[in-house]
């Protein structure tokens, strides 16, 4: 288990990701980029540069991964990426008659530029400390990354989301192991920042799949580390 935390590399990747935040939100350094797209994702970017430059410079492993734990990078694509996009783009045809595809996989994108930092190097680099602790300092660090202070109501309860998060997606996170799993799960307040009768039966939907495919590996992973245990002890 890992005890010591490098506070160098934790600050050295948080000034780089409000750097870039500070950069591609406050500033006009994007205005030269016509595509909104690529623009709405760019605004994300910050959290996966600051963890790619600590892991480089500082020769962390990474303990995430698009794969994680699971035997082929198939199945939390499917489970993760594909079922929403199919879901929210069936629904979005069936109102509208229109198709966002770049829309839906760009939110997902921006989720998972963010939770390679939070969670693919944050929330690992802080886990020797109590799990308390670590979600707080998680939530605080990645509430000021948003560059957003205003004392309102709205603002105190966003705050409260990213605690939540912070505890939710960190134990998906420690689950899956998978970049893919948490970036969904992230993704979801973007793709339900407003709601409807539909949207609900979406939400619910995603939810109930990705909760019982979560019990059901971890069931799996119990069952395989007891026979990996007969198997020794035999």
């Known amino acids: 288990m890992k005890n010591k935390i490098n506070y160098t590399a934790i600050i050295t990747f948080y000034v780089i990701a409000v750097a870039l935040r500070y950069l591609t939100n406050k500033t006009d350094i994007l205005s030269p980029i016509d595509n909104g797209i690529l623009k709405a994702i760019l605004h994300g ?43 929210i783009l069936g629904a979005e045809y069936y109102t509208s008659k229109t198709v966002s595809f770049a829309t839906v996989t760009a939110i997902l994108i921006y989720g998972l530029l963010e939770e390679i930092g939070w969670r693919g190097f944050l929330q690992q680099e802080l886990k ?48 899956t192991h998978s970049l893919l799993a948490v970036s969904a799960f992230h993704s979801l307040n973007n793709f339900f920042a407003e709601m409807n009768s539909l949207k609900i039966a979406i939400l619910i939907t995603l939810l109930s799949v990705w909760v019982i495919s979560l019990i059901i590996k971890k069931r799996q992973s119990v069952k395989t580390n007891a026979e990996l245990k007969t198997v020794i002890e035999n």
């Open 45 to 87: 970017i910050g959290p996966a540069v600051g963890a790619v430059v600590v892991f480089t410079v500082f020769k962390i492993k990474p303990v995430l991964s698009l794969k994680g734990n699971y035997k082929k990078l198939l199945t939390p694509f499917l489970i993760f990426w594909a079922l929403p996009i199919v879901l």
């Open 128 to 175: 020797s400390l109590p799990p308390f602790l670590n979600i707080l300092i998680v939530a605080v660090l990645w509430f000021a990354w948003h560059l957003n202070f205003e004392m309102t109501s709205s603002n105190i309860m966003f705050f409260g989301i990213l605690v939540l998060g912070s505890w939710g997606i960190g134990k998906v996170a420690n689950s």
